[in-house]
């Protein structure tokens, strides 16, 4: 069945340290978003991608990074500059070249926690 | 800039309705409605795209007044399994890029 995995579902940070959350889709998908969500809030987009090798900043891209290097793929790094980095990320995709048409389909998520 | 839902939390028993409501201050081209388990992703229900467009999934069903910039989702004889978060996303103007955002989310709960 096609569908979005992420992983890991858990993962610690430690104080000054980058971490890497991936996120493949085997939908044939063209593009993908990066939401994190907060206790009792909605979802904030931090990245999303419409097509390989190119993405664009969301509402809350500070301290983190992405890359699209295959249409699959949309790996989303925490970095060290993200101070406050505890919260549940979720990665989805839709259709071609993100039409509105088409709803996102989202991954199971992970839930990242400072050590 | 965020769309606003209300209420923020209802209570039902099984069986009775609910109205959610998720409203924009910009011009929006489409509406997207998902219901959220704790701890788990999102699954979509409805898209309602501009031109007032009324859908319906079993007994859910929404609409969309694109004048108001408003959509409401209707839940009718309410299930235990409707239990959850509901959130509405929303894309502004004419673009179709797909990008949303999304409300606080409303928190309903059906007890027995």
């Known amino acids: 069945d096609g569908g979005i995995t992420q992983s890991p579902k858990y993962l610690f940070r430690k104080e000054g340290q980058n971490v890497t959350l991936s996120c493949e889709q085997n939908?044939?998908?063209?593009?993908m978003y990066w939401y994190r969500q907060d206790p009792g809030q909605g979802l904030r987009l931090i990245y999303y991608?419409?097509?390989?090798?190119?993405?664009q900043k969301g509402d809350i891209a500070e301290g983190y990074s992405v890359s699209r290097e295959k249409k699959e793929s949309f790996p989303l790094t925490v970095t060290s500059a993200q101070k406050n980095p505890t919260a549940f990320y979720l990665c989805?995709?839709?259709?071609?070249?993100?039409?509105?048409?088409?709803?996102?389909?989202f991954g199971d998520g992970t839930r990242l926690s400072i050590l | 800039q965020q769309p606003v839902q209300s209420p923020q939390a209802v209570i039902l028993r099984e069986g009775e309705d609910a109205v959610i409501n998720c409203s924009s201050s910009?011009?929006?081209?489409?509406v997207h409605w998902y219901r959220q388990k704790h701890g788990e992703a999102p699954v979509f229900l409805m898209i309602?795209?501009?031109?007032?467009e009324q859908k319906g999934h079993e007994k859910i069903s929404a609409s969309f007044n694109e004048k108001k910039q408003q959509s409401s989702l209707y839940l009718t004889a309410s299930q235990l399994s409707y239990s959850g978060t509901y959130f509405c996303?929303?894309?502004?103007?004419?673009?179709?890029?797909?990008?949303?955002?999304f409300g606080q989310g409303t928190i309903l709960t059906v007890h027995p």
């Open positions: 989805a995709s839709n259709g071609y070249r993100g039409n509105s048409n088409q709803p996102q389909h």
């Open positions: 939908l044939n998908h063209d593009a």
């Open positions: 991608s419409q097509i390989v090798n190119d993405f």
């Open positions: 910009k011009a929006l081209y489409s």
């Open positions: 309602l795209l501009k031109g007032g």
């Open positions: 996303g929303t894309e502004p103007g004419g673009t179709s890029y797909g990008k949303l955002t």
